[in-house]
């Protein structure tokens, strides 16, 4: 299973990114998709993810202000992130729990890093 993730970038506080993530290869079923954040000299953590039937969990960080989508016919997730802070400022990995075949057991993959920077 390949992850492909695009659309950080450079923001004003109070501004606006989306990131999207792709989904390809050998995939029977995807049951959750999700996005973590890594900043410099800090653990990766989770801030978002929602799983095959549509229940979301996020961080208490980005609650009222990031959006977890996915479409399970693209098998694509997004991440809509709204009123930026200079604390978002982080590589943003997505990632998925994927089954590859019929009963295979479920791992997690993850895409490559999409920086996201949050200017003052």
């Known amino acids: 299973v390949q992850l492909q993730a695009f659309g950080g970038g450079l923001v004003q506080t109070g501004g606006s990114l989306r990131l999207s993530c792709a989904a390809s290869?050998?995939?029977?079923?995807?049951?959750?998709m999700g996005w973590y954040r890594q900043a410099p000299g800090k653990q990766r953590g989770l801030i978002a993810r929602i799983t095959s039937g549509g229940i979301k969990n996020y961080a208490d960080s980005v609650k009222g202000r990031f959006t977890i989508s996915r479409d399970n016919a693209k098998n694509t997730v997004d991440l809509q992130m709204n009123s930026l802070k200079p604390e978002d400022t982080a590589a943003y990995y997505c990632y998925v729990n994927s089954n590859t075949a019929y009963l295979s057991i479920p791992r997690d993959y993850w895409g490559q890093g999409t920086q996201v920077t949050v200017s003052s």
């Open positions: 290869g050998s995939i029977f079923s995807i049951n959750v």
